[in-house]
């Protein structure tokens, strides 16, 4: 709170709610010394320990978990959701995590695919939990189902290990555990990033689009209406384009080589780890300055204007390290070309092109809208 105060960044209004509530604090312990929050300044003394503020906060977080955890649990789509789960008998059961999915777009809820699992006989088979919000889009409803699509084709099971699975979704490696319905925890939005994540997702929007775009050269619509969105900025990854476009241009086929199965190690081997590490990074920094969109939104004028800010500096500075570190994977690339000899086995453009029809795509829609499903028929499903 008090780094909020000295933050030049947080606006007036703020700042006020925050001393009203602490003299509204001082009232209550039995010292009122009127309305003005500067006579309250030098009354550090019975401010309350640094434990006893520890556990106030750890009791918020409980009784805010708690909260969310009933109130978003108890919503009907949430709750289809869960059922669904169990009639399908995924075995990662969380009920928790949707409703934290909801929580992350403020009620809105989002448009996902997580990989789950369900044993069918004596095996264990990949599946995907994929929900498409209705609610959150309008034109722009096709790209995100292409989208998730792609994440879905970029599923794949490493292994199982006692109660864990490991699964990939791009360069995303996720672990999923075989849990029951009973072990549901807490909701909480604290969960750790993992490593690739938001390089993945990025990565994923990319070539979501090109799929978009061969889809509506094709005349292919599912949802969307017939005039199609702009496919600029559809999403807010595009804000980091100018991170990512060289490097998704020029490695392109081994990208994708390495989306597909646990294949990591095409992309790694051809620019090298601590390149790659490297231009992850990249995206933290920017998520870092500029993820809000008032502060993006600056940023974007004050380049145009050829402004010198805090904020436009970071941004050139990203820009130099992308350079820096694209000239040393183009050295890597070299090195690796010629340790190779021949080129790797890669799908060519025509081949990728070619995978997309509009069958496929009305298959893969008709697949996560099936519901009532016998057994022989979910066996059939999971093959
Ligand atoms: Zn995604």
Not at 79 to 94: A, P, S, T, Y
Not at 354 to 369: C, F, G, K, L
Request: hydrophobic fraction near 35%; include cysteine; proline fraction near 2%.
């Amino acid at each position: 709170m008090t780094e909020k105060l000295n933050n030049n960044n947080i606006d007036n209004w703020e700042k006020n709610q925050i001393k009203k509530n602490r003299i509204k604090y001082f009232n209550i312990v039995g010292i009122d010394l009127g309305e003005d929050y500067e006579n309250y300044l030098n009354l550090t003394y019975i401010s309350p320990s640094e434990d006893t503020i520890k556990g106030v906060l750890e009791k918020q977080k409980i009784f805010q978990s708690n909260f969310n955890r009933d109130y978003y649990n108890g919503m009907l789509p949430q709750r289809n959701i869960v059922q669904e789960m169990q009639d399908r008998g995924f075995l990662d059961f969380d009920p928790n995590e949707s409703a934290e999915m909801y929580m992350c777009n403020l009620g809105l809820g989002m448009t996902y695919v997580t990989p789950n699992i369900v044993k069918i006989g004596d095996t264990f088979k990949l599946v995907a939990k994929v929900v498409i919000n209705f609610g959150n889009f309008q034109e722009n409803i096709d790209h995100s189902i292409d989208h998730e699509l792609n994440h879905l084709y970029e599923l794949a099971l490493v292994g199982i290990e006692g109660s864990t699975f490991t699964a990939t979704s791009g360069w995303d490696i996720i672990y999923g555990t075989i849990a029951s319905a009973e072990s549901a925890e807490n909701i909480s939005l604290n969960r750790p990033k993992r490593p690739y994540e938001l390089f993945n997702e990025i990565i994923n929007e990319k070539i979501s689009k090109e799929i978009s775009q061969i889809r509506i050269e094709k005349g292919i619509q599912v949802l969307g209406k017939p005039t199609q969105a702009s496919l600029k900025n559809a999403t807010s990854y595009d804000a980091t384009n100018y991170l990512v476009d060289d490097f998704f241009k020029t490695y392109k086929k081994e990208i994708l080589a390495s989306r597909k199965g646990n294949n990591l190690h095409i992309i790694l081997d051809a620019v090298g780890k601590e390149n790659f590490d490297a231009l992850n990074q990249l995206f933290s920094t920017h998520k870092e300055h500029f993820s809000k969109a008032f502060v993006y939104a600056d940023l974007l004028k004050n380049l145009a204007e050829s402004k010198d800010t805090e904020e436009t500096r970071v941004f050139h500075q990203l820009e130099q390290q992308r350079d820096e570190i694209l000239e040393k994977m183009h050295e890597h690339y070299l090195m690796y070309k010629n340790s190779k000899g021949t080129d790797l086995l890669r799908p060519t453009e025509d081949d990728l092109k070619a995978q997309i029809t509009p069958e496929r795509i009305a298959e893969a829609v008709r697949r996560i809208s099936i519901k009532d499903l016998t057994n022989e028929q979910q066996q059939e499903f999971y093959k």
